[in-house]
Structure formats: C-alpha cells, structure tokens
C-alpha cells in the first residue's frame, strides 16, 4: 500500500518506520526543514518537506494513490484538514486522523473522517481497568459494526451471582464473548453461570453498553462513568 | 443579533467593533488576552480568552444562542475546524469563516462553508486596478 503521513512527529516516525518494515511504501511529511533533515537519516526518501494541508505538497506526493492518509499531528484542526483534503480532493479510501482533544472525536467522526485514535481515550480505557471495582471500560470500537468492545465487573454481592446469561435477558445488541473468573477463561454459552467478580467482555452498542451495566449492577442506567467513556 | 467571533486580530477587532456599535451582541474569543487591546473604545460586548476550537469555550461565548459565528484568526485551519463546529455541531444559522489559501477555499466552499479568501480577493482586485491603469494608459498615449 501507499500511505502518506503527515505530522513527522514521534508518532509520525515510529509510524513510518513500522510500516515501512511491513513493506509498504511510506511519504512522511512534515514542514520543518530541520526536522525532515534529522528523520531523513533513518528514513531516507520516505520523508519530505511540506505541510501535509497543502493541496499542491499532496499533489506533488500522489496522494491521489495513496491508499490510506494519516494525520499524526500535534494539532486538531491540522488533523482534521489534512484528512478532509485527502478524502475531499484526493478521494482517498481511508483517513485516520489523531485526536489529542477526545471531545472532537465526535466532529471528525461527523465530517467523515474514517478513523480516529485518541491517545488520550485510549490511555484512560487502560487506567479505569486498572481501577478495582471498576464498572463499565470501553476497551475498544469497531468502527465499521458500530460496536464496541466493553469489560464490566461483576461486584461482590452482586444481584445477579448464580444467574444464568439467558436468564438476564441482555437485549439483542449485547453479545457477551468472554467471560475471566480470576485465572480462568470461559466460553460463555445461554446456560453459563455469572458469579461475583466475575470480569464479563461483550462486544455491544452504546446503548447495549448502558442496558449491560444497569442489568449486572441491578441499577438505574444513570453512570458515574459515562463521564469517563465518550460518545461514538 | 447575538454573534460569535473567533480571532481578535485586525479583522476581528475592527468587525467587533462595527457590529457592536450597530448594536449587536458580541462575544469575541482569543487566545491572547492582548489582541483585545485592538477593540474600540466602544466596544460593548463580551471578551473571552481561550481556544475557539474548544467546544466548551464556544458554549461559554453563547453559541447556543448565536445566529451567527465568524471565524478569523490567522490560522486556516483553526478557522475550518471552528466553522465546522459550528455548523455540524451547535448548527449555527450563519457560519462565515476567512480561508487565506484558495486552493482550501476551493474545497470547504463546495463543502457549503461560506467562506472569504482576503487573498484571491486582494488579487482580483489588483488585477481589475492594473487592468484598469494599463487601460488608461493606452488611452492617453493615443
């Protein structure tokens, strides 16, 4: 594959390097002269000079061929534009654009940009799994489905210890996939029993995420942690 | 009218002012509290510090309840995103942003951003006073 990336960063290089050893051929672009001098003795023609927002630097690159853009900046907006102008002018199939600001997922997401990885989100999903007794963590999305994949804690004393999946009556949108029971992995069938502490994976929708929580904390559907999780 | 500006530089000052004084109600947003010094003396709107592409900071200038929003600051890009916001999110009546590039001002007007290029403005407008001395130039050798 093609990939141009624009933001020659530690991300940015780390990134091309990476890809480049899985053999595809890379265009790291960044505007600082010196910088893009200090890249080019590890990376060699796959970085250039120029600011990756610029229609005539994209041009000039073949971005028209580019399979994938990734904007890997320090910058929201620079993100943003660079991803649009790819998808826009250049009718790249897939943009990826970095999000430092979690809260401008939701804009990136609305304005068509493929994917978007907030550093920030995934940093806090790993510290609220982290937390003991924590309640519902988003470990991952999947774009495409719409869903995501979410780790919910059984509490100690729980409503539910010694019920059965099927007998939670999980709506449709929740498909609970695993289940840890301290060293143990299990397979989770109908019949399958959930115990206290118990750590529960379903790969679910945002609003199958909220009805799973209230369901195994016997609660309400108001959370503390939709503070913590983030729209899709 | 309650307006929303991002970018107190020469552009956003002297809009301010001028709308304020037509009587509307101005919040006007930087990121450096000294660009407010550029405001008139007659100025009577509100003046916020902060980054106008922060959801929170636009919330905070009354976005909710604007009919329109300008974004000038000197960055292109702060201006595209700020305008998007407002107009994919707090879905603003009117969304007027300054683009310098034009090949950008290409793009986000087809995406239906209203947008000013000062540059292709500036251009054209040289263009037409050349075209026009050249004119009167060979008009007067005759």
Do not use: W
């Not at chain 2, 407010?36 to 003046?47: M, Y």
């Amino acid at each position: 594959m093609y990939i141009v990336i624009g933001g020659g960063g530690q991300v940015g290089f780390y990134l091309t390097k990476e890809l480049l050893d899985q053999n595809h051929e890379v265009l790291l672009l960044d505007k600082d002269a010196r910088r893009v001098k200090q890249l080019s003795e590890e990376l060699g023609a796959s970085v250039a000079r120029g600011d990756a927002c610029e229609v005539r630097v994209l041009e000039e690159y073949g971005c028209d061929r580019a399979e994938v853009v990734i904007a890997v900046t320090g910058d929201d907006e620079d993100n943003l534009v660079i991803c649009q102008i790819a998808k826009l002018r250049f009718k790249v199939k897939k943009t990826i654009a970095r999000v430092n600001n979690p809260r401008n997922r939701r804009l990136f997401k609305k304005l068509g940009i493929d994917t978007t990885v907030s550093p920030t989100s995934s940093i806090l999903s790993v510290i609220e799994s982290q937390i003991p007794h924590h309640t519902l963590v988003h470990l991952a999305e999947l774009n495409r489905a719409g869903l995501g994949l979410v780790e919910v804690m059984v509490p100690q004393d729980s409503t539910i210890n010694g019920q059965t999946i099927r007998s939670l009556d999980l709506p449709m949108s929740v498909n609970i996939v695993l289940i840890i029971r301290g060293d143990e992995k299990i397979t989770p069938q109908g019949d399958s029993v959930i115990r206290d502490d118990d750590h529960i994976f379903a790969l679910t929708t945002n609003e199958g995420a909220s009805a799973l929580r209230a369901i195994i904390l016997g609660e309400s559907e108001e959370s503390e942690t939709e503070q913590l999780t983030e729209e899709v | 009218m309650n307006i929303v500006i991002v970018g107190c530089g020469r552009v956003g000052a002297t809009l301010a002012s001028r709308l304020s004084q037509q009587k509307n109600t101005i919040t006007i947003i930087d990121l450096d509290d000294d660009a407010f010094r550029r405001l008139d003396k007659s100025f009577r709107g509100e003046t916020l510090i902060g980054d106008g592409t922060d959801q929170e900071i636009l919330r905070r200038a009354g976005i909710e309840d604007a009919q329109a929003f300008v974004a000038v600051t000197n960055g292109d890009n702060r201006n595209i995103m700020a305008a998007q916001i407002a107009q994919h999110i707090f879905h603003t009546p009117t969304v007027v942003c300054r683009i310098y590039d034009p090949k950008r001002e290409e793009i986000y007007r087809a995406l239906g951003l209203t947008v000013i290029s000062p540059t292709t403005i500036g251009a054209e407008s040289i263009l037409e006073k050349l075209h026009e001395a050249t004119q009167a130039a060979t008009a007067q050798s005759r």
